[in-house]
């Protein structure tokens, strides 16, 4: 069946810091991929997507690219800022509209000034 | 953009009672809605699909005479936990994709709602 395996957290990085989150994923057929933030006590909002292989899904500074050849979807920033700490979930939603997302199981990002 | 509201935030009920908690698209239709339970320091997981005007698809594990759903319009759904036990401690997330939206459309999250069992 379909899966998201995300890196362990937690993360942990001074500001400025250059931040890579690594996802993988597997799927049958061409998913879409996402990922969400969640903040300390808030619900889940979306950072980013990607519909398709090699599309780059970028949202306030953050990017990440759906690579097919390495069923990839890393989330990176080049500056964190210390309002970035959140733990983020990589996920996968399959061709069919109607399915749910299936998750990762979420990396907590500690980001210190 | 499209706003996905939930109800209450936060809940502390005594075991054996049944708490309910709504979730309402506010801004879009939606045929199917999602629910999620979040474990401490854990990724969510999918307890059941709700589906407007029949019945719910529970994930396998999640007990459907504990965990009712109705999703009575298409803009609503209620969870009820039924006969609440600690173990029921939870935090649970509604989600919801607009009626017209494909599979590469985003769901919209509910903020979550925290439930305490005593």
């Known amino acids: 069946g379909n899966s998201v395996t995300q890196m362990e957290g937690p993360v942990t990085l001074s500001e400025e810091a250059f931040l890579t989150i690594n996802c993988t994923y597997t799927?049958?057929?061409?998913?879409?991929l996402f990922w969400y933030v969640q903040y300390p006590g808030e619900g889940l909002q979306l950072l980013l997507k990607?519909?398709?292989?090699?599309d780059k899904g970028s949202n306030k500074g953050f990017e990440a690219t759906y690579r097919k050849e390495t069923t990839s979807f890393h989330l990176e920033k080049g500056s964190v800022q210390v309002s970035d700490s959140a733990v983020y979930f990589c996920?996968?939603?399959?061709?069919?509209?109607?399915?749910?997302?299936?998750f990762g199981k979420g990396t907590t990002l500690s980001v210190s000034s | 953009g499209a706003v996905v509201s939930q109800h209450p935030s936060w809940v502390i009920c005594k075991s054996g009672t049944s708490v309910k908690i709504e979730c309402r698209s506010l801004?879009?239709?939606?045929?199917?809605m999602f629910w999620y339970r979040q474990f401490p320091k854990q990724s969510l997981m999918l307890m059941a699909t709700?589906?407007?005007?029949?019945?719910?698809?529970?994930e396998q594990g999640v007990e459907k005479d504990k965990f009712l759903i109705n999703h009575a319009s298409l803009t609503l759904s209620t969870l009820t936990v039924t006969s609440a036990h600690p173990e029921d401690s939870s935090f649970y997330i509604c989600?919801?994709?607009?009626?017209?939206?494909?599979?590469?459309?985003?769901?919209?999250f509910g903020n979550g709602t925290r439930l305490t069992v005593t």
């Open positions: 989600s919801a994709r607009d009626t017209g939206g494909r599979s590469h459309s985003p769901l919209h």
């Open positions: 799927a049958t057929g061409y998913p879409s």
């Open positions: 990607a519909t398709k292989a090699d």
């Open positions: 996920a996968l939603s399959d061709q069919q509209a109607g399915t749910a997302l299936i």
């Open positions: 801004d879009f239709q939606a045929t199917t």
């Open positions: 709700s589906n407007e005007g029949s019945k719910a698809t529970y």
